[in-house]
């Protein structure tokens, strides 16, 4: 019944832009926190960005602090990150995944993530 669907992604040159939408299906965001998550081949899985779902404070890794932004359309149940001044260490694929909140801040650690979306790829040009 829980689901989030990813939309976004693409190839862009170093310093281009790409705007990444996680879509809600059987659940609204303001009951979970959501995070992004990008893994490339051969790494560890890495926490990017995420929500918390009562009161709509984000958080950012420090690598891409300052040029990525995370947000919420709470009318249509979307969260968007916003990434800007890419670099090709960005290139990864990135994930959208949902985790049931009480009223607890977001974590950038997957463990507490239940729900998983399908991963978009993000290929960064120098």
């Known amino acids: 019944q829980l689901q989030v669907v990813q939309s976004g992604g693409g190839l862009v040159q170093a310093g281009g832009s790409l705007r990444l939408s996680c879509a809600a299906s059987?659940?609204?965001?303001?009951?979970?926190?959501i995070g992004w998550f990008r893994q490339a081949p051969g790494k560890e899985r890495e926490g990017v960005s995420c929500?918390?779902?009562?009161?709509?404070?984000?958080r950012y890794a420090d690598s891409v602090l300052d040029r990525f932004t995370i947000t919420r359309d709470n009318a249509k149940n979307i969260v968007y990150l916003q990434m800007n001044n890419l670099k090709p260490e960005d290139t990864s694929i990135y994930y959208c995944a949902a985790a049931k909140a009480h009223n607890y801040a977001c974590t950038l650690h997957g463990l507490l993530y239940t729900t998983w979306g399908q991963g978009t790829q993000v290929t960064v040009s120098s």
């Open positions: 059987g659940f609204r965001f303001d009951d979970y926190n």
């Open positions: 929500l918390t779902g009562y009161n709509g404070d984000p």
